[in-house]
């Protein structure tokens, strides 16, 4: 693990002129492919994946939680009963009955949509693609939280949009923050096309706005005439069994919300959607069927019928019992193993803790010691646009037993120990065997089991 991981393709460089004999065709790309590296820290995981270490690095929903012969058995009644159907092209706005169902599912969140607001997606990953191809030209730009989901700024990469990060506290995006980001943008001339915010047990961060938090929020957006994009894939998950109520609950015009069956049934079926107000759900159907001609029949009508048949709202319940306990084991074993001048967050759901490291710090250059000690946690860089989140890591709770997330958070508390100690005599950890160097690359896309 000494060797540094050399940074992927340089489009930029005086390789782009000619090719490369790796990559004859590198001069044709387009300028938006520039920002789409793979990461450097994509090469560790592959390592990561090894039994003998124990990842916290992954963002994968716990599927063993879901009994496959329900699932099976749903398959079956899909394809006996509407097979015809399912294996055939649908609508670019996706199936109206499940588009009915979802408005329901959304109904608990204070949410409700005309189904005809309502479009299905691949995944939410599909859905934030959308609305950044429909609404951002290359420079414009957005405002995310600091830190954000990968995977959206992997999108804003693509689109060539510019994210301006929003500072966080324990409750989320700060209205304060938010305030000074739009008067700095104002400054310069600029109108963010929209906020990206996650409201509940955030990705990364694994915090959650409260209510009035919400709602000043949305009136800072409103009195500036900013579009919000609400990203909402694990509101149902929250361990106290309270569903937060969503931004879209208080202003149907001025919000885009996401929604994903991925967390509350399985990530494999990528099905998720968006509820817009009515130009922009034409938009997004015409743009879906520019990029698929249709979501996938197979899996709508599959979580249709798992809907329409099975207690889903008890399988619910099954994943955030998975997913309290798993957190429980997280948050007791870094109360008793992180040393002194560690942080981090006490999420009330999802899948993420976020730890800030002792001064001095830096966790992107530990990452390879981590694995090396055989536990793998991402950086905190792969959550900025702007290379910030150095001192920062995500730990991911969501699927390893108990007791492994216990002994990877020991040894990852091994790891702080020792760079600890590299600091106290060398005053700095950087430069040790194993680390990539002060210069190395910032983090692009990790890989999607990692998001
Ligand atoms: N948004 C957030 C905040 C996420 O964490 C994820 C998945 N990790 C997604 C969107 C995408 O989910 P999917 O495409 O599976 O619905």
Redesign the pocket.
């Known amino acids: 693990m000494s060797t540094p991981i050399p940074a992927s393709g340089d489009p930029s460089g005086s390789m782009a002129a000619h090719g490369s004999r790796l990559d004859p065709h590198l001069a044709r790309y387009a300028a938006r492919t520039h920002g789409m590296t793979a990461s450097e820290i994509r090469a560790l995981f592959s390592v990561a994946s090894r039994p003998e270490v124990v990842s916290l690095a992954g ?1 994968m929903p716990n599927i063993a939680a879901l009994p496959m012969d329900v699932v099976a058995a749903t398959v079956a009644e899909m394809l006996s009963k509407r097979g015809h159907v399912a294996l055939q092209y649908g609508s670019g706005q996706g199936d109206p009955i499940l588009r009915e169902q979802i408005c329901e599912i959304v109904g608990l969140q204070g949410v409700h949509p005309h189904p005809d607001d309502v479009v299905v ?8 693609d959308l609305v950044t191809r429909i609404f951002c030209d290359p420079g414009d730009v957005i405002l995310a939280e600091a830190p954000s ?4 700024l992997g999108v804003f990469r693509a689109y060539q949009v510019d994210v301006e990060h929003v500072a966080m506290d324990e409750h989320g995006l700060m209205p304060e923050a938010l305030r000074e980001a739009l008067a700095m943008l104002a400054k310069q001339g600029r109108a963010p096309k929209f906020l990206y915010t ?1 409201p509940s047990f ?3 961060a694994g915090v959650s706005q409260p209510a009035e938090r919400r709602a000043e929020i949305l009136q800072i957006c409103q009195n500036a005439g900013v579009l919000v994009i609400e ?4 509101g149902l998950l929250g361990f106290d069994g309270q569903i937060p109520q969503a931004m879209r609950a208080q202003d149907a015009d001025g919000v885009i919300y ?6 509350t049934f399985a ?1 494999g079926i ?3 959607w968006a509820v817009a107000p009515h130009g922009v759900r034409e938009k997004l159907t015409l743009a879906a069927e520019a990029a698929v001609l249709c979501p996938p029949a197979y899996s709508q009508l599959t979580i249709s019928t798992y809907l329409s048949t099975q207690p889903w709202m008890d399988q619910v319940k099954a994943f955030r019992e998975v997913y309290r306990e798993r957190r429980d084991a997280t948050l007791e074993s870094l109360e008793q193993h992180m040393p002194e001048g560690t942080s981090w967050t006490k999420p009330d759901g ?3 803790v976020w730890l800030t490291l002792p001064p001095g710090m830096d966790a992107t250059a530990m990452l390879p010691r981590a694995i090396t000690a055989r536990v793998a946690y991402v950086p905190g860089t792969a959550f900025y646009m702007n290379g910030e989140g150095r001192r920062s890591i995500r730990l991911s709770y969501c699927f390893p037993e108990p007791d492994r997330i216990r002994e990877g958070v020991r040894r990852l508390a091994g790891v702080l120990e020792e760079e600890l100690e590299l600091i106290a005599t060398f005053g700095t950890a950087i430069g040790a065997p194993g680390t990539h160097g002060a210069g190395a690359p910032e983090t692009t896309a990790p890989g ?1 089991e990692v ?1």
């Open positions: 963002g997606t691949v995944g939410s990953q599909m859905a934030l989901y990968v995977g959206a996650i955030h990705n990364p990203d909402d894939p694990y996401l929604g994903s069956f991925s967390k990530a990528r099905v998720g999802g899948f993420y999607p998001m």
